[in-house]
């Protein structure tokens, strides 16, 4: 695709405090004047594993390596649940080889979605933005998409300028407040009249704690050490409701599918009980905190949840949620 395709969307970019995104090689850049400084400015370290810097993110999350290969695998484990990398009836739009339709993609972590999708449909033009400078190479992307590392002080665009806005798990850092007062609006303003924003979040696992108590014991501790931050982890269940009472959107609907997780799943659980373990190894430096455990005790929790995972009959729920802009 040549730069004039590109510059559709990105003139829609306000001038003020935005600049390309910086596209990281860590083989190539490490004897680079300044890496060193970059790093350290950029990133923090707990517990041997890599944070984002900025203190005004609830994401507590990694963005390591290692966080960042979970959530590529994750990316093709929802693929195969959902058959697909979106619901929203855009599919015709995106396929369009004139007009060059524009999508975003919020909080893109390692832009995994938004490689796969500038793949499939390569007449449309992608952007990603997040906290953090994780992004795919310039060798590695294609070139109908780029990334911007950008997102707190809201969107970095012109209102109107996106045919398609899609975001998926940031249930964990952003509260309550701020989904009923500010993300939803900033998904619809950024977005074209009659364009569709797409959300996709996951239910929390959850058992009896007769059946599986470690793992009860992680899932409370988990919601008890969100709602420090204000996050409400039950959001998945309400927001339809809340795309409902802004009045913004028509045509909402939501999806949903249950996984099972697990030996009794077959391969698939398999892997979705190795992410979902991964995933709360990736919790430990905070929720050992908040809990009052060792590390060592923390993994060995984990251990224990693997076998109760394995023992009982549980399912891993993700929604999808999309809407017009009325």
Known sequence: MNNNNNSICNKSVHKKNVQHPLLINFGE????????????????????RRYHNVSSSKYFLPNDLTEMDRLEKQHYLFRHI???????????????????????DVGCGPGTWVTDMAFEYP???????????????????????????????????????????????????????????????????????????????PEFLFSKETDAPNCHKFSRALLGFLATLGINGFISSQLENILTSTKLFKNIHC???????????????????????????????????????????????LENIRME??????YYKTRRFYAQKA
């Open 82 to 104: 959902w058959r697909n990398n979106f619901s929203a009836p855009v599919r015709e739009k995106l396929s369009q080889k004139e007009n060059h339709p524009c999508v975003l």
């Open 309 to 314: 995972i394995n023992q009982n009959r549980l």
């Open 123 to 201: 007449s449309a033009i992608f952007i990603g933005v997040d906290i953090s400078p994780i992004f795919p190479s310039e060798q590695k992307k294609p070139d109908n998409a780029t990334f911007l590392q950008n997102m707190l002080d809201g969107l970095p665009f012109e209102d109107d300028t996106f045919d398609f806005v899609y975001q998926r798990s940031l249930a964990s850092a952003i509260s309550e407040d701020q989904w009923k007062n500010d993300v939803i609006y900033e998904l619809h303003r950024v977005t074209k009249p009659d364009g569709w924003i797409e959300l996709m979040e």
């Open 255 to 301: 999806e949903e599918r249950s996984t099972p997780i697990g030996q009794w799943g077959g391969r698939l659980g398999e892997m979705m009980c190795n992410d979902y373990i991964e995933s709360a190894e990736a919790c430990k430096p905070a929720l050992s905190q908040f809990i009052g455990i060792s590390h060592e005790k923390f993994d060995s929790m």
């Open 29 to 48: 850049n490490q004897d680079d004047d300044g890496f060193d400084e970059f790093i350290l400015d950029t990133f923090r370290f707990v517990g041997g």
